[in-house]
């Protein structure tokens, strides 16, 4: 009874604590938050002055004593208490939009590859933020499962997850990841790279917002159609404010090499899979999620070098919430895929 009464008044969240986004899933609802996993602190005071939508309005804008955050830029905890302060945030918003007060059990997608003390500094930090329970995913298995895929049978599902500040690639099989790579070039080095492009190509400097915008507008794995826009920055010769015509072309060679580690981090994977999973991977193929999935042309130049199906997931951007979502709704089925933590951890 009390039992049934806890459940009917739970609000169980998912949370997809992602580099560049985070989106949290409330069961029986869906996705109800979704910003970017950016903190503004006030370095004078050490007070938090904005989180979300909020603080990435100020990014590339603010004045000295306000710092800009991305807490888990590296795909891990790089900053542990800007992660607990922004999960805290996030957990008392989805508890505000629910509009129920029990303490949430909380399902976090984490990368995977993450060391132990890793998970630790997430779950404390989950923990901390309020929530009663936490239970840790690993992110490539999260989107997989959002994607719907069969992660729980014996047969091979191999994911790629590409995100701001990191890729997963993973093969799956019977709910256990069976190899997997964590690399930290995903989006965020791909706006990196054409900041770099654009300074020694054109001495043009340009500030990450604005290698985000240009990377959306033009950014492509393989040629397309002719497209260019102008793009403003300061001038590095003579220092003063410039605008400059770039091309698709242009974007395509500042990220052909980031492009070409990815595919060598899937090529190592399938290279290094138990032989019996070959057949399998040869039918299915390759499911790409995250938002790094959606560069336009990746597909398909995947597909011509590695000879093998590949398919975008839909609506790759929500799918590691969906899946925190889906095994929140269906813990007991999907229990096997929660990680193990270590209690002896201490940090
Ligand atoms: P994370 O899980 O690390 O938070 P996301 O899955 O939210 O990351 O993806 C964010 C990344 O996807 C950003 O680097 C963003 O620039 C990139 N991205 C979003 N849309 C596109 C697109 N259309 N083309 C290329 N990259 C994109
Ligand atoms: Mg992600």
Redesign the pocket.
């Known amino acids: 009874m009390l039992k049934s009464l806890y459940r009917r008044f739970s609000n169980d969240i998912g949370i ?1 604590l ?4 985070t989106l949290v899933y409330l069961k029986g609802h869906g996705i109800i938050i979704n910003e970017p ?1 950016i903190v503004a602190v006030n370095r004078k005071t050490g007070q938090i002055v904005a989180v979300g939508h909020e603080a990435k309005k100020m990014w590339g804008k603010t004045p000295a004593h306000i710092e800009i955050i991305r807490p888990l830029i590296e795909g891990v905890v790089s900053d542990f208490d800007m992660t607990e302060e922004m999960l805290a945030y996030f957990i008392r918003k989805a508890e505000k939009l629910s509009k129920k007060f029990f303490r949430p059990r909380v399902v976090i997608g984490v990368p995977s590859g993450i060391t132990n003390v890793e998970m630790r500094a997430v779950y404390d930090a989950g923990i901390d933020a309020g929530a009663r329970e936490v239970f840790l995913v690993e992110e490539a298995m999260a989107a997989a499962i959002g994607v719907r895929l069969p992660v729980l049978d014996p047969r091979a599902t191999f994911i790629v997850d590409i ?4 890729t997963d690639v993973a093969l799956i099989s019977l709910g256990g990841v069976v190899r997997s790579l964590n690399l930290r070039i ?3 080095h791909f706006n990196e790279r054409i900041i770099e492009y654009l300074r020694d190509e054109f001495k043009l400097l340009v500030g990450e917002p604005t290698a ?1 915008s240009v ?2 507008a033009l ?1 492509s794995a393989i040629e397309t159609e002719y497209q260019e826009i102008e793009v403003r920055g300061r001038d590095l010769v003579t220092g003063l404010p410039r605008a400059l015509m770039v091309t698709d072309g242009d974007i395509r060679e500042a990220l052909m090499r980031p492009i070409g580690f990815l595919l060598a981090a899937i090529r190592e994977v399938l290279e290094t899979a138990p032989p019996e999973m070959m057949s399998d991977i040869l039918k299915t193929g390759i499911v790409l999620t ?3 999935a ?2 336009p042309g990746l597909p398909e130049l995947l597909e011509q070098e590695l000879s093998l199906p590949i398919h975008i997931a839909q609506d790759p ?1 929500s799918a ?1 919430a969906r899946g925190t979502g889906i095994i929140l709704e269906n813990f007991e089925q999907y229990e096997s895929v929660i990680l193990p933590l270590d209690e002896h951890v201490v940090i």
């Not at 992602?18 to 986004?21: L, P, R, S, V």
């Not at 995100?163 to 990191?166: H, N």
Request: hydrophobic share 30%; aromatic share 0%; glycine share 38%.
């Open positions: 997809d992602g580099t560049a986004n996993s995100g701001g500040g990191t995903a989006g965020d985000e990377k959306l950014g995250g938002g790094g959606m560069l951007l590691v």
